[in-house]
């Protein structure tokens, strides 16, 4: 069975990227398509260089519409990953993709999770907090930010000469080797 992925991102994309990059000769598993809610999303153009079609959302077409599952049918979605997509996920989202949706999440969760919990701010709480390690969070999402069953984490070692830009780049690292991987063993199940 051939599987079609819809990846979320609002930012850079460059999980995005190494996503796209895994499965590109993979016969199995493709991406299909990519959603933003950033019309100036970096995301966007890696999206148009690879030739994958793009959908950029407001909140009334993902709050107050179904609109997206449309879209999904169209192009035959049927996992949806988040790298670096910031809303909440709407209920009837949540329900069509059970534990067909996953969240990357640039700390151990359930440490450092929730809302308004990205980017910097969670690597300037891991250094403040002057933890010895931090890592990533690969998880299934559910109608709470964060909040869903965990099925992949990763650590590495924070230094206390590491700046949150330090910790920045070994999470980046991290994500960047094993997010690809954790997908693709997702939909070998
Ligand atoms: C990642 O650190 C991810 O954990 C978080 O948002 C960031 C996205 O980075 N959810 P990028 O846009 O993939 O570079």
């Known amino acids: ?29 493709t991406v299909s398509l990519i959603v933003t809610n950033n019309a100036d999303a970096p ?81 300037e709480a891991v250094k403040k907090a002057g933890d010895t390690e931090t890592g990533i969070t690969i998880h299934f999402v559910n109608e709470q930010y964060d909040d869903g069953d965990i099925v992949f984490q990763a650590k590495c070692l924070v230094n206390t000469e590491d700046s949150p830009e330090d910790i920045a780049k070994k999470i980046h690292q991290l994500e960047h080797r094993h997010f690809p991987k954790v997908i693709e063993k997702l939909l070998a199940e």
């Open 43 to 123: 995301v966007l153009v890696m999206a148009r260089e690879y030739g994958i079609p793009t959908l950029v959302i407001d909140r009334d077409y993902f709050y107050k519409t179904e609109d997206i599952l449309k879209n999904f049918n169209k192009f035959s979605i049927d996992f949806v990953v988040l790298a670096g997509f910031l809303w909440l996920v709407p209920t009837y989202l949540v329900r069509a993709f059970e534990k067909r949706m996953v969240n990357i999440h640039p700390a151990l969760l359930p440490k450092y999770g929730g809302k308004g919990m990205y980017g910097m701010r969670v690597h």
């Open 1 to 29: 069975m051939l599987h079609h992925i819809a990846i979320f991102a609002s930012g850079t994309g460059s999980n995005a990227k190494k996503i796209v990059e895994h499965f590109k000769h993979n016969h199995n598993i």
